[in-house]
């Protein structure tokens, strides 16, 4: 048996810019999460993914992602989606950190 639709935001990346953007309820494009369309019907949810994923020249890997309501919107439930709404990182992780401060020979 099928469990319980959760509800979802439709997310993407910018084709362009490769900005993080989510899907608004009057069909644009937000890089805010918390101006996304929160979608609690699972058809409906489905409906607004196909939208979304027919717009090859302005955007890239849309999906549905987890979502609830929050006092300013909807927010992201899984650490992942958290992650993406901070946007991307543009600092060294790991061995790129301690090549980065050992100086080049």
């Given at each position: 048996m099928k469990g319980r639709f959760s509800p979802k935001v439709v997310t993407a990346n910018d084709l362009r810019l490769g900005d993080v953007i989510?899907?608004?309820?009057?069909?644009?494009?937000?890089?805010?999460?918390?101006?996304?369309?929160l979608i609690e019907d699972e058809a409906h949810?489905?409906?607004?993914?196909?939208?979304?994923?027919?717009?090859?020249?302005?955007?890239?890997?849309?999906?549905?992602?987890?979502?609830?309501?929050?006092?300013?919107?909807?927010?992201?439930?899984?650490?992942?989606?958290?992650f993406r709404t901070r946007g991307p990182s543009n600092y060294f992780h790991g061995k790129q950190s301690d090549d980065a401060t050992q100086p080049r020979t």
């Amino acid at each position: 048996m099928k469990g319980r639709f959760s509800p979802k935001v439709v997310t993407a990346n910018d084709l362009r810019l490769g900005d993080v953007i989510y899907l608004t309820a009057d069909d644009r494009w937000s890089r805010h999460h918390n101006e996304a369309e929160l979608i609690e019907d699972e058809a409906h949810a489905q409906l607004r993914l196909l939208f979304a994923s027919a717009q090859k020249l302005s955007v890239v890997g849309a999906y549905l992602a987890d979502a609830k309501q929050g006092p300013n919107g909807p927010e992201p439930t899984h650490f992942r989606e958290e992650f993406r709404t901070r946007g991307p990182s543009n600092y060294f992780h790991g061995k790129q950190s301690d090549d980065a401060t050992q100086p080049r020979t």
